[in-house]
């Protein structure tokens, strides 16, 4: 059943999501913090059974110069620098195993599927420790240094999103001025933040973005990963204001406000994880164009493939006839 | 936590299910009645965004004759006779979308992914209809048919299992000597059957087979689509034996009683929908060489890429060395 | 809880669901076609052990000619012809047992209890085959040859709807002036449409009705049978449009908009398969004089036997009284 | 799935529950009491729509003395006295509508059905209540004043049952010398009893019987009505020893190891509301004829109208050829 | 998520439910009733392990002077009359173990925690028997008695309440004219009726009460104990009416329109036990002052420990510097 | 119902979890560098409403010298050097708040609850972060630095255990020959590691232990927190050897091999959430005098304050007359 306000409310709904006054400072701060601290991109290549794609062990300095990890996959036998589409993984997932998630290479692009610091456990591998400090949180790492903004997880994963593109730039493989974002949930949500960060994008894609609207999310699903935050406050009940403050530095619908790449999104009215009206917040507020698809009896796996062949379409569009 | 018997008393179990004094002459008649009513295969180009991969839509002559779909996808730009894989779909799925599912093209593999007739709407696409009659059956197609052997819905299934095999040597593309059938779950339970009953084979691979050792599985889990049977058994009380009957000419330990084919089995000793005891009466009662993955601390999942990997190792072994 | 509007706005709704151009149409020729491929009805003597009423095993010519099964009761030693009550079954139900459902018949009428073709293993049993051919379909009838009104499954159903009712009308020891139609829940939605499409029925009872204002269910509840629209949509994504056009075709909505019998409804305000709203929907569409038991307590049990109650009631003044 | 041990080993079980020393004194007291406190039954007709059954609101004493409702329902214009069945309901219960039910009645029985002092609001309507005091207790009756074996709950409703059966043979409409009791789940406990307690009855009916072998049950299931035992203990830690004292008197195996009368039992190898293995033990301990029908894919609903036409032929044989 | 209106729709919900004419005199004839019942308190020292707290095992006289437990807890070494907090129960608790719940005692106050009458089996521990007459009910309390306020379970706790504290002031330890109630969910409905008819008490703290506007609860929400009423109503469906008419007798809203003390709620908004707008009724209504802790996050625990913290707060400010 | 082996066979159990050959190195190592890294410890008094018990709020020097938090509870008045019990949390909680768990200072001892190190949202406060690195993990911290022994959390956790005793010693108020340690479940894990490394205690108190025999434990429940495991080896299906491994140098199993102090154990039998064959292995395991409780009819809660009171007494026993 649908989750949410009805399809014409959606339509009009924008988000009261406070934005700090000094979010582009933080960012520009923590962004230039980090690439103080990076240093060259190391990229191996990895014995698997394709024929067709090779594939690459990437390892990046994000934040703090912190080693990420990454899979590159390029179609074997190339030699001109590729149009490329950096992927960010949903939530609980890594960069996953080297066979898996072929076909953005599959269709001739270099795809650089980045790992998801201290996550890769839940539905796909991962390989990346997240060294931050850890306070009390509830279980899962929404909520993993909620207390201030420069000790919150997603400070550190957003910014190595954004040093991933850096990163995929500095590779003979790639062209450095074709290169496009992309993610599902919470992937979704560090594409648009990429999107608003790093310099010189050429298109996002965001289906069914994670960490858009937040305040409005935690009070209308009970599912996580939002889930998180409600029991955080359940216990720490004096901490509203200071975790609405810090959640206000990763919103999604602050990186819309600021983001001006062509923008495709996915919604699902029957999402009971992320809530439509939180896609449409930031949709709503983007500043620049965007397309966005409604999936009216899916749940929180929206489009599936269906948004992927849309994606498809979308980045051949920006990538390669731009 | 485990869901079925000790790892101990598995390595030992053997089912006690019957073999039909007529089993052989049963199937013989089956296939030799489908392929009287046979036709030539169509194959036609698929427009994708596939850069490396070609697809083309195939139809080809099922159980009596009737259509059934399926997508084969191909290295692109290869002019030789192929080592091919033969893939069937776990329960409720269909062929899908032309650019899922790209791991067997992608490791230089022709690859033919069969549709499930009347499936398909669960959780990727079908576009095959099962013309079968349909008297009272439990939600699902598990007990479609299932008062007679010769009603019953995966007479007919196993029976278009065989023939996508037959009907892929006909290709062009595919190097008739060397093919091989695989799939997880339903997959594996066709897999096997095809083992058994298509001729020259080189491999089977069967992850977490369903569809073995039947009378057990019914009473040792509660999950569909075993579930369909004990509820059409809870209404159809009258029934017990006439639907055992009919189940024995499809039980996957029937099929590996007969086939002689290296078959790779994984089982796994969390899964509460194809219980670990019922893969283990498969491969205790299979007359060739077997391999078997046991993941200890997964469920209906099994090895999932893993096993994946483990497939195209050994598939390479089978086919390419041999 | 309450699952729909509040009980003001549910008195107010009015359904939007289409009213397809050729309705009449499509029914007419539907009909004319089942009619003319019709047989003499057989009605054999069942050997029970109830001394007080008669049962009879009959099967008549359903859609196509198809044979449908049913159960007739008459209460043992009339010999007049007598008023008649159409019984039929609830999703998952077909005839039952003989022995079963003996209000009517001690109550005086002629009781014809309609298997259901295909079901019948659900929660009682059930003799009927369902030979329409079966498309890619999510588990259940609901969507069954659902591409296209004319193979869809409740176009086959609602035929065999009629067509009880004009067999019926052909034994002896009914009165052909004096029959009424009655069902539960999807029982509801085929005496909603027999009550439109078969002539000179005296009165019609709906409990609950399934099948009315369906594209407003299929987003109101995540209950099944509704759900497995839904299950379908979420997969054949490109499908929306052609399926509710195939379900504008049989929609109680359509068929109250057509009704001129007097017609006794049940709703259950805490009904989460049956979404209030949509029983609202039919009874406010409905051509002729209405009666309406609302249950707030009630999930979609509704009424029970106090429904029942009722309906004895209605059918004496409409049967014996008129 | 098999909710208890497997069909062999339930074969051989058998129950260690305790016979309290002063067991047969208890119930001599208990129901001599009860029966100096006696007074006239009260048979009232009722108006109902039915043309086949008369139906009667009858109120006799009960447990010291109490009124107790029931309905008695009798083929409309017989003039001889009747074999009869005495009915109890299953937990939650009471005697319901006086239109529900009909089968005993429309089969050529006298049919009394008792209602369920203090019940009767769980999923049939009961009109007695519980007039015992009633300390601490988990929700239900199951532990209302089972501290004590004088002060327990079910020693007032045997005795209501024993009274039933007293009470039913004073009516003219009834032969005294061919009673039946019958009854599902905890209906089939208070059978059991009646079978032991109540002089001169000509058969036993007990389907899937609660109250057999408790101290078992509270082990091996977590449902309700054994959950309500189960939750007690958890929080009176302290009064394991004295529960189980109270219990042995009103366990089934205790009645039925007393019980001499040709006694049918049901049960259902996937019920996990009452464990198999206490039927089993209930059947193993009885000390007269038994027939038990073994259902393997049904849960608590176990043969359901089929064990109900095997009663029909059971009873038929024990009070008519008798 | 939120499980009620919008927190500004809160704001300015008002209840509809009814206030019976005779509402007071119903309860001064109850209270006078019991108080003629009345007879001295006992209390006697319980041993413990405790070094700074003694505890009394006390019973009083409570709905017609039938005996109800309760523990006193007093700071050891204290010789002066004391301010002293009732406590009533949560459903199912009872006056729990005489070593938990120390709070109030380390506080400084004299602390009495009543027993409640047939619960204290769910999630504490209680010894005092209710030995009022039980008419059919659904499983738990909240609907023995329903046909009649004079025979409703909550006509009796209620006096209880009020009698517990005409109990403890006339122990030598209290300080008669400094008595505050206080309670959580059920606890709190019974501190609001106190507070409306005991005389002369100096504060309530009722979090998250239950018991109030109980027409809306009963259709708001589908958890326990509400759902007891929709249970009773579901089976009962001619006793809408009667149940309501009882019911209002014990609303904490009627007991909030007449209570005039400082009175401290706590409401959780995503509480799906008691529903947020049931809180807003009483608040709304209250006749006298009144504070309200609204908690965001957190469901039926609301403010858990930070209530009692501010609990403590407003009670050294309501009777110690008063 | 029983959830775990028969009572019997409980009894009899040992575990077969591996002792390493270098655990004694390890732990010794571990300890020696805490120690090196240590401070004096901070406690300042906190504010609250009590009137008879004191509460510091406590710093001392955790796993590597850094800082953890506690609650030290006195009885007020005090001038003596105090019995203490130093009490670590269950999983999720923290040290709480200060007006909570009076228990012990009311009993008279001097209490110390040590915070949980990046715990403490989940059903109480907490406020230690955990600094270590966090590679990827399942949700919550049993995976949280798994690879290896020295990066597991749990070798950060045990350290402040034992260094809590370490800094409680050094308190005016506390008696440092008289010191115990006691917890529930996680907290029941720590108390038996205290017992086995910190040298001097007088009496251990382990209330359904969580960490013992977890290789069985892993397969044996699918309850968190033991689930977190599995679903990390779900994951990452190479890592079960190492996993193991680091297991093997926390679990509770191999510190009972070790600890000869009087210990008191509690066991529930329907304890979903650590199976009670995984407490038996530690008891049977235990190298000195022991004391066990069994609840057949209780879940992970156990005996509550049923074994609070038990504990009361046996540190009376061990502390007081010692």
């Not at 409310?9 to 988000?15: D, K």
């Not at 590729?82 to 960010?88: D, H, N, R």
């Not at 406000?257 to 009215?269: E, M, N, Y």
């Amino acid at each position: 059943m649908y989750t949410d306000l009805s399809e014409n409310q959606l339509r009009g709904y924008r988000s009261a999501v406070r934005d700090p006054g000094d979010f582009d400072q933080f960012w520009a701060a923590t962004l230039t913090e980090a690439r103080d601290a990076g240093w060259p991109v190391r990229a191996e290549p990895v014995a698997t059974g394709l024929a067709g794609i090779d594939v690459l062990d990437v390892t990046f300095a994000g934040f703090a110069g912190q080693p990420v990890r990454a899979w590159l996959r390029v179609p074997r036998g190339v030699n001109t620098a590729l149009p490329t589409v950096v992927q960010y993984a949903g939530y609980g997932g890594g960069r996953g195993h080297p066979m898996e998630n072929l076909l953005w290479a599959a269709a001739g692009f270099a795809h650089l599927q980045m790992d998801t610091r201290g996550q890769g456990s839940g539905w796909s591998r991962g390989d990346t420790p997240d060294p931050g400090a850890a306070g009390p949180e509830a279980p899962g790492v929404t909520t993993r240094g909620i207390a201030d903004p420069r000790t919150y997880y997603y400070r550190r994963l957003i910014t190595d999103a954004v040093r991933a593109v850096d990163a995929v730039r500095t590779l003979p493989v790639v062209d450095p001025t074709r290169v496009a974002v992309l993610g599902h949930s919470q992937g979704g949500g560090l594409a648009l933040a990429a999107g608003a960060l790093a310099p010189g994008l050429r298109a996002v894609v965001a289906f069914v973005p994670f960490l858009c609207d937040i305040p409005r999310a935690v009070v209308a699903t009970d599912a996580r990963p939002y889930r998180e935050i409600r029991d955080y406050l359940a216990i720490h009940r004096e901490a509203e204001e200071r975790v609405l403050n810090t959640l206000a530095y990763v919103d999604g619908v602050n990186f819309a406000r600021r983001c001006r790449r062509p923008t495709r999104f996915s919604v699902a009215l029957m999402d009971d994880i992320v809530p439509p009206s939180t896609v449409y917040a930031a949709v709503n507020a983007h500043a620049g164009p965007t397309e966005l698809s409604v999936w009216r009896y899916n749940g929180h796996e929206a489009g599936g493939i269906d948004d992927d062949e849309a994606a498809l379409l979308f980045l051949r569009e920006q990538l390669l006839d731009g």
